[in-house]
T-cell receptor
Framework: AQSVTQPDIHITVSEGASLELRCNYS??????LFWYVQSPGQGLQLLLK??????LVQGIKGFEAEFKRSQSSFNLRKPSVHWSDAAEYFC????????????FGTGTRLQVFP | DGGITQSPKYLFRKEGQNVTLSCEQN?????MYWYRQDPGQGLRLIYY???????QKGDIAEGYSVSREKKESFPLTVTSAQKNPTAFYLC?????????????FGPGTRLLVL
């Protein structure tokens, strides 16, 4: 079955440190890929998306993600984390281009220490 | 301002009671979606609709019902058949399926059982 794995449930970093959140998917073809961020009690905000082309995509708030086909991965990165980045991050894949049904990972909660 | 509104922010349900969650969008999006979010489980698709007067079951439709009488509105009813309704419910919308677009999320409704 198709699935999305975010192996890190909880990550803690110091403000100013670099960040990498992992995402792997299980699917034969290349899906559309997304990263969303959610603050407590809020909806989801799109950080970035990959449909095709350049495998390094830039998003909002200084985030970027790299699609690696050989590893079925779409890891999210940020060179220097700010305290306001503390939130929950979800990776999602779109396997059905006609209905756009998204499959979400279980999320990674990011905590930032000053 | 264009966007997706969900009401109420908090909703309380008594045993055996049906409750309806509202989702309205003024983005002129064709497709609308309902997700359920539980801690540690990410988001799971309940129902989705691509056009007015048509909708399809998602992965966890049992105990829920929807209608799509207007393009702007996609209300979700949590029926008494849903034995574990306590969760955070998120509504999303997107332009016509098949294009390289993304889903946009509302702020969510938290449903609690009394």
């Amino acid at each position: 079955a198709q699935s999305v794995t975010q192996p890190d449930i909880h990550i803690t970093v110091s403000e100013g440190a670099s960040l990498e959140l992992r995402c792997n998917y299980s699917y034969g073809a290349t899906p559309y890929l997304f990263w969303y961020v959610q603050s407590p009690g809020q909806g989801l905000q799109l950080l970035l998306k990959y449909f095709s082309g350049d495998t390094l995509v830039q998003g909002i708030k200084g985030f970027e993600a790299e699609f690696k086909r050989s590893q079925s991965s779409f890891n999210l990165r940020k060179p220097s984390v700010h305290w306001s980045d503390a939130a929950e991050y979800f990776c999602a894949v779109d396997l059905d281009y006609n209905t756009d049904k998204l499959i979400f990972g279980t999320g990674t909660r990011l905590q930032v220490f000053p | 301002d264009g966007g997706i509104t969900q009401s109420p922010k908090y909703l309380f349900r008594k045993e055996g009671q049906n409750v309806t969650l509202s989702c309205e969008q003024n983005l002129n999006h064709d497709a609308m979606y309902w997700y359920r979010q539980d801690p540690g489980q990410g988001l799971r698709l309940i129902y989705y609709s691509q056009i007015v007067n048509d909708f399809q079951k998602g992965d966890i439709a049992e105990g829920y019902s929807v209608s799509r009488e207007k393009k702007e509105s996609f209300p979700l009813t949590v029926t008494s058949a849903q034995k574990n309704p306590t969760a955070f419910y998120l509504c999303a919308s997107r332009p016509l399926a098949g294009e390289q677009e993304t889903q946009y999320f509302g702020p969510g409704t938290r449903l609690l059982v009394l």
